[in-house]
């Protein structure tokens, strides 16, 4: 199964990236993903620093960062860049995934691996500036 392939059998209704409104969509519903299994999560981090670093990758998964988003939405996207999303969307939904059996001790790292994902979609939404 291709990439896309598996992003919807996980997402059913996952929409892809061929224009505008399905590259938004598809950034909610990657991202809406992603904060369910976070939100799981809530009970189990307690008070303190560790708090403060699920509250903000939850802030994250929850609202589009517009400045990565704003030229990905309209741009003429390559195969290629549209492959760098596919596998970034895919990359968030497994981490995602993980996140109900992780063992306390883990989650500090699990975290981590969160914020680079969100900052590895982010890269793959950018989009090259046009040569003058």
Same mark, same amino acid.
């Given at each position: 199964?291709?990439?896309?392939?598996?992003?919807?059998?996980?997402?059913?209704?996952?929409?892809?990236?061929?224009? +505008?409104?399905?590259?938004?969509?598809?950034?909610?519903?990657?991202?809406?993903? %992603?904060?369910?299994? %976070?939100?799981?999560?809530?009970? @189990?981090?307690?008070?303190? &620093?560790?708090?403060? @670093?699920?509250?903000?990758?939850?802030?994250?998964?929850?609202?589009?960062?517009?400045?990565?988003?704003?030229?990905?939405?309209?741009?003429?996207?390559?195969?290629?860049?549209?492959?760098?999303?596919?596998?970034?969307?895919?990359?968030?939904?497994? %981490?995602?995934?993980?996140?109900?059996?992780? &063992?306390?001790? +883990?989650?500090?790292?699990?975290?981590?691996?969160?914020?680079?994902? %969100?900052?590895? @979609?982010?890269?793959?939404?950018?989009? &090259?500036?046009?040569?003058?």
């Amino acid at each position: 199964m291709d990439a896309l392939g598996a992003l919807r059998a996980k997402i059913p209704t996952f929409p892809g990236y061929s224009d +505008a409104d399905s590259r938004r969509l598809a950034d909610e519903e990657a991202r809406a993903y %992603l904060g369910e299994a %976070l939100a799981g999560l809530n009970d @189990r981090v307690g008070a303190g &620093p560790l708090a403060e @670093r699920y509250g903000a990758v939850l802030l994250r998964a929850e609202f589009i960062n517009q400045s990565a988003f704003r030229p990905f939405e309209t741009a003429d996207l390559s195969d290629a860049q549209i492959e760098s999303m596919v596998q970034a969307d895919l990359a968030t939904v497994e %981490l995602a995934d993980r996140a109900e059996s992780l &063992p306390d001790e +883990a989650l500090p790292g699990y975290l981590d691996e969160v914020t680079a994902a %969100l900052d590895a @979609r982010d890269r793959a939404m950018e989009v &090259p500036s046009p040569q003058r």
